[in-house]
């Protein structure tokens, strides 16, 4: 009888330390899907969030670059035929020169026989060229210039296209290419000559450049000078 409740004692015994083998403890167990479910959503949420303030920087910069109301916000125009004067010293971490530029829009036409898209503008309803004759005179002096050199023909103020304070602008334009345009008749007058630092060059140049506009609209031709200031000329 004894030896009998030994050996019961003894199975007993034996089962518990099989249970106890058999459950493995928290630290054993594989990680909740639902708890990772929950980090992937929080990792999404937070690049979602970085995406949006991303998004956010481009529309400011974009604004700052193309967008017509703040381009709009202090316009200088300057009737057709007149000349606009811009000077001062330009920096980035490439480069430093000092400029003074005079830009004259001579003469404008509308170019009646040619559509838009012929040139490569954008399709607009309605949008017809104008061609422009203009004028431009620099005069560069290079204070430092990491290249080492740039051409004197690569310093012009930048050319954007048409623009009015209603309709919104297209901007597009097209100096090269065709019989008697800018980019021709700048390469004549400064030919391949580059400026170091130190060095200082000049030009004056005449051409045409071609615009798209909206009919019936009071359009200016825009250009924007080193320091990003807009200037509008009439073209009527």
């Known amino acids: 009888m004894k030896s009998k409740t030994i050996s019961i004692l003894l199975c007993v015994l034996l089962c518990l330390c099989l249970v106890s083998c058999g459950n493995p403890s928290n630290s054993d167990l594989p990680a909740d899907p639902e708890n990772k ?13 970085k995406y949006s303030h991303g998004s956010e920087n481009n529309e400011d910069k974009s604004a700052d670059t193309g967008n017509t109301e703040t381009v709009s916000n202090a316009r200088t125009e300057v009737p057709l ?31 009646e026989a040619s559509a838009p898209e012929d040139y490569g503008f954008p399709t607009y309803n309605g949008a017809e060229l104008r061609i422009l004759d203009v004028r431009i005179s620099a005069n560069i ?3 430092d210039d990491k290249n080492k050199s740039s ?13 009015t304070p209603h309709a919104g602008g297209i901007f597009a ?10 980019d021709d008749n700048l390469h004549d007058v ?5 400026l170091k630092s130190g060095e200082s ?6 051409g045409k450049v071609i615009i798209s506009v909206i009919p019936g609209e009071s359009m200016y031709f825009v250009i924007s000078s080193p320091d990003d200031n807009f200037i509008y000329f009439c073209i009527k």
Do not use: H
Request: hydrophobic share 25%; proline share 2%.
């Open 37 to 49: 479910s929950s980090s992937s959503e929080k990792q999404n949420t937070d690049n979602e969030k």
């Open 81 to 111: 035929g007149e000349a606009f004067k811009s000077s001062g010293t330009y920096e980035d971490e490439l480069s430093a020169y000092n400029y003074e530029y005079e830009f004259t829009v001579l003469d404008s036409n509308p170019m």
């Open 141 to 143: 002096t290079v204070i």
């Open 151 to 163: 051409y004197l023909y690569d310093f012009m103020p930048r050319l954007w296209g048409s623009d």
């Open 173 to 182: 334009v097209k100096y090269w290419g065709f019989d008697g345009c800018l």
């Open 190 to 194: 400064t030919g391949f000559k580059t």
């Open 201 to 206: 060059g000049s030009y004056t140049a005449e």
